[in-house]
């Protein structure tokens, strides 16, 4: 059984720093690109950051320059650090493991952690 766990999330004032953590389990992470998502009330899930197996990253527009995702596939962990947070970032943040073969995709994610951004 394919098990990701975020943790990390929680309430922090503008300007503050959170490091998000998903732990994956019954998966070899090291043929899977990681990454973060998030969904804010009322809108769409978006991507946040993501990570291939090659480490290299890609980053929303809104979190370049703030946000730095990294994985350590010994640990079967990717991490989202965000810095400068604002409350625009205040979401529902979930990762995932995602992998193309011959055509066929296969995903995983997790169920969640809440970011709230707010004096």
């Known amino acids: 059984q394919v098990l990701l766990v975020e943790s990390g999330g929680g309430l922090v004032q503008p300007g503050g720093s959170l490091r998000l953590s998903c732990a994956a389990s019954?998966?070899?992470?090291?043929?899977?690109?990681m990454g973060w998502y998030r969904q804010a009330p009322g809108k769409q899930r978006e991507l946040v950051a993501s990570?291939?197996?090659?480490?290299?990253?890609n980053y929303a527009n809104s979190v370049k320059d703030r946000f730095t995702i990294s994985r350590d596939n010994a640990k079967k962990t990717v991490y989202l650090q965000m810095n400068s947070l604002k409350p625009e970032d205040t979401a529902v943040y979930f990762c995932?493991?995602?992998?193309?073969?011959?055509?066929?995709?296969?995903?995983?994610w997790g169920q969640g952690t809440q970011v709230t951004v707010s004096a």
């Open positions: 995932n493991v995602d992998r193309w073969v011959i055509g066929a995709r296969t995903v995983y």
């Open positions: 990570i291939t197996t090659g480490r290299s990253t």
């Open positions: 019954g998966i070899d992470v090291s043929i899977y690109a």
